[in-house]
């Protein structure tokens, strides 16, 4: 799990934590960082191990997800 850790770095930089979270894609990516959705609480260690905050880590590997699906659900309309 030390290759790809490294990807969201530089987004993360360019448009902010907020903005940035954890892709699941494992089937059709380039190159999978994770082989199982059971290493997600392994990448959270790390990221705080590396200095990223508790707030940070929680976005990243849901909760910018869950804001943004959030404002989107809010958002439709129903036909």
Same mark, same amino acid.
């Given at each position: 799990m030390t290759t790809g850790r490294q990807h969201h770095v530089p987004l993360r930089r360019a448009v902010g934590p907020e903005f940035v979270a954890l892709g699941t894609d494992m089937d059709a990516n380039y190159k999978p960082v994770l082989t199982s959705y059971r290493q997600i609480p392994l990448l959270a260690s790390e990221l705080l191990r590396r200095g990223? =905050?508790?707030q940070e880590t929680i976005a990243f590997v849901g909760g910018n997800?869950?804001?943004?699906?959030?404002?989107?659900?809010? =958002?439709?309309?129903?036909?």
């Open positions: 990223y =905050g508790e997800f869950l804001r943004l699906f959030g404002v989107v659900w809010k =958002g439709r309309s129903i036909r």
